[in-house]
Each structure stands twice: as structure tokens, then as C-alpha cells.
């Protein structure tokens, strides 16, 4: 991040630290890097608040593509997560 980089790629950047601290982990990366590309990988749905678009990986595959509410609609995967999740929407 001290590179200034145009692309930032994210592997699970915030898996292990309590939602308060991801949410303000979250709000920094969104200031420090607003107008640029970021690559976010992540399990947990709060990583993916914010973003233009998610693409969902099944067996090594891109099985959907689209923001999260077309994704729980269309992508019986993601659905499933989406669903799960009622405290993260």
C-alpha cells in the first residue's frame, strides 16, 4: 500500500479481526484507495459491503457474476451464503 498502487488485491484481508475493526479496516482502504481498482477475495459477506461487483467461484469456476442482490436472486450459491446472512445485509 506504500507503492501507491493502481490495483490492490485483497486476500482475505479482514478474516481475523472483530466486525468493529473490519468495518473501520473497510472505511480506511475505501478513502486511501477510492477511484482504483481493488481485487477483494473473502468468505464472509461484510468484506463484499461496498463493492461494484462480485464474482462467485465454484469448484475453480466463475459460476456468477453481478452485484449481491442480483447474485442472491440468480446464484444458488451465493443465495445460500446471502441467506445465511441476515444480520450482515
Known amino acids: 500500500m506504500l507503492s501507491d498502487p493502481k490495483v490492490l488485491i485483497l486476500d482475505e484481508a479482514t478474516s481475523s479481526v472483530d466486525p468493529g475493526t473490519e468495518q473501520r479496516l473497510q472505511e480506511a482502504l475505501e478513502r486511501r484507495f477510492a477511484g482504483r481498482t481493488m481485487l477483494i477475495i473473502a ?11 462480485v464474482l462467485v467461484l465454484e469448484d475453480g469456476k466463475v459460476s ?26
Do not use: P
Not at 459477506?45 to 463493492?51: F, G, P, Q, Y
Not at 446464484?75 to 450482515?88: E, I, M, P, Q, S
Open 43 to 53: 468468505h464472509r459477506l461484510n468484506a463484499l459491503r461496498n463493492v461494484d461487483r
Open 64 to 89: 456468477g457474476q453481478g452485484t449481491r442482490e442480483e447474485l442472491a436472486r440468480e446464484n444458488r450459491v451465493f443465495a445460500k451464503l446471502y441467506g445465511g446472512a441476515a444480520a450482515d445485509r
